[in-house]
Each structure stands twice: as structure tokens, then as C-alpha cells.
């Protein structure tokens, strides 16, 4: 997973596996500190981020390598 920085904003970006697509999860620099800093559950730093994002940003994996990791079905 790459992270990039631009104009306050953050981005956590890879290649997936899967679909060959770049997948992509931003997040202001505020959330960037807190998550990287802190304790604090990700879904309480990022509320409105869906599962499948926040997800992305703690293990590094896309939604459908996830789920062809561990056969689930994916989410709506």
C-alpha cells in the first residue's frame, strides 16, 4: 500500500490483486494523525467511511481480495 499526502488530504492507494484496479481510501490529514497516533477505534475516527474502506486502511487488503481471502460474499 502506498500513502500519499496532498493539499491536507491523505491517501492510502494499491494496485488490487483481484481486479488489477487502483484502489484508493482518503481520509483528511486530522483522521491520517488520529489513526496512525492513537487507540481510538478506526469507525470512531472515520464514522462515515464504509466497513469496506476503514477495512482497506487497517489490514491493506481491497474488498475483493478480502473476500477471496476469506470466500464472504461482498457487501453492498
Known amino acids: 500500500m502506498t500513502i500519499k499526502m496532498s ?3 491523505v491517501f492510502f492507494m ?3 490483486s483481484v ?3 487502483e484502489y484508493k481510501v482518503e481520509v ?3 483522521q491520517f494523525v488520529r489513526i ?3 487507540k481510538e477505534p478506526i469507525q470512531y475516527i472515520a464514522p462515515r467511511m464504509s466497513p469496506e ?5 487497517i489490514s491493506g487488503h481491497t474488498p ?3 473476500n477471496k481471502l ?3 460474499p461482498k457487501t453492498p
Open 64 to 66: 475483493e481480495e478480502w
Open 28 to 30: 483528511s490529514l486530522t
Open 53 to 57: 474502506d476503514r477495512e482497506f486502511i
Open 36 to 38: 496512525r497516533s492513537s
Open 19 to 21: 481486479t488489477k484496479k
Open 7 to 9: 493539499e491536507g488530504r
Open 70 to 72: 476469506f470466500n464472504e
Open 14 to 16: 494499491k494496485t488490487c
